[in-house]
């Protein structure tokens, strides 16, 4: 038997016993008027602790439970008790959400809940990012009114989630998102959401990569293939032809070669994420070879002028480094007329760093090109790069090979007039000639 059970039947024999006693003392009326008198007072204070309890009922959460006596000592001290397990489930809770509300806020996924008619629930910071969503504003709302494509309202209504659905021009168009639903609970989803922008741009350049390097072997294979079926077909060879031929086949060969070449090189640097060495450049020393070689390729049809500090080095990867500067001289001398003047400086800037910058006095480019010249096969003549032996990827390695020096490219060019393409280097990447070098030099 509980504890107030035995209490409560004791006081009822106490009672019914005392009853009996003044009974026999003072006759039954006496006795009866005392037994209804307790039960007048035990009624009243009945009354009185659920009274307390309605009070403490209408109170707001948080009021102590009120004390009793009797079985509702027990039954309050019971309700006390059920109040602290309550508060601290709902604090375990409350710490079990803020828990999951920051690792969901340093996600780079949107995390949204929706309820059971698609509204938002709750949603983290990538979410409002990803979906220009106001939390303050746009809780309770329909997800199909933040995101009113016509697809995802048909995808949200087929309610099949196997694949995620694909968004795109999100956040103003230039942004695509994969948005996954996970359906759970009563009718809620979770919604899952992630940026794939840049994924969807490596695809693009990784099919493009395949085209261009598809269209640029095209050419010189069926020349080759052309000049080698007729000489097969031929039973007494024609020799001026066959000079000619192999002249050509020669000359587009060599184009492959240095496609493949090139082809290499950029993606040995795109795969590196630094330059492949860190050591003591002799820029100077450097500079002077591209001279010489710029002189030879240029067979004297180019004035070129050298402007060189002598006592400035650079740490870094000696054969990238000349890989670059090497590329933006041939193509000054590749978009350059003859008599043209090309000057081929390396200059301190004022900050400490280092600029290497090539001048010409060629075609020039139009600005609507310039900020499309480092991409991949990107001529702005097509022709006139193939005559000069271009295979429109010299920029896009300079592009890697100076961003691995923590370096930038300048472009500045008119029309008609001249460009200038320098390489700018910071100023913790340059130091001074070493003494024996300098006087070597
Ligand atoms: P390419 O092998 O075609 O020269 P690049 O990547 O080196 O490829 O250059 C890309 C394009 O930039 C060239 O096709 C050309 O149109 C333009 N360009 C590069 N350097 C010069 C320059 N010095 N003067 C004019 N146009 C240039």
Sequence with gaps: MRGYWRGAAGWLVLWLVLTAVASAAFG?????????????????????????????????????V???????????????????????????????LERFQSATAAMNEAVIILDELDRIEWCNPSAEHYFEIDARRDIGRQLTYIVRQPQFVEYLDEQNFADPFVLRGARGGETTLTVQLVPYGNQQKLVISRDIT??????????????????ELRTPITV?????????????????????????????????????????????????????????????RMVQGLHQEATALSASRHQIVLDVDTELWLTGAEGELRSAFLNLVTNAIRYTPPKGRITIRWRPTQDGGGAFSVTDTGIGIAPEHIPRL????????????????????????????????????????????????????PARRTFQAPVAATATA
């Design 198 to 215: 840049r994924w969807e741009r490596l695809e693009a350049m990784r099919r493009d990569l395949v085209a261009n390097v598809s269209h």
């Design 66 to 96: 009120p004390h009793g006596s009797g079985i509702w000592a027990e039954a309050f001290s019971y309700l006390a008790r059920l109040v602290r397990r309550q508060r601290q489930n709902e604090a375990d809770l409350r710490s079990a």
């Design 224 to 284: 080759l293939a052309g000049y080698l079926e007729t000489l097969n077909e031929q039973e007494t060879p024609d020799p001026a032809f066959q000079k000619r031929a192999m002249e050509l086949m020669t000359q587009q060969t060599s184009r492959m070669q240095h496609l493949v070449e090139d082809l290499l090189t950029l993606s040995r640097l795109e795969n590196a994420r630094g330059p492949s060495a860190e050591q003591p450049v002799d820029v100077p």
């Design 28 to 64: 039954p009326v006496t006795a009866l008027a005392g037994l209804a008198a307790w039960l007048l007072l035990l009624h009243a204070r009945q009354l009185w602790h659920v009274d307390s309890l309605l009070r403490w009922l209408d109170q707001p959460p948080g009021t102590p």
């Design 374 to 425: 480092t991409e991949r096969f990107y001529r702005v003549d097509r022709s006139r790069s193939r005559e000069t032996g271009g295979t429109g990827l010299g920029l896009a390695i300079v592009k890697y090979a100076l961003s691995h020096h923590q370096a930038r490219m300048e472009i500045d060019s008119e029309p008609e007039q001249g460009s200038t393409f320098s390489a700018i280097f």
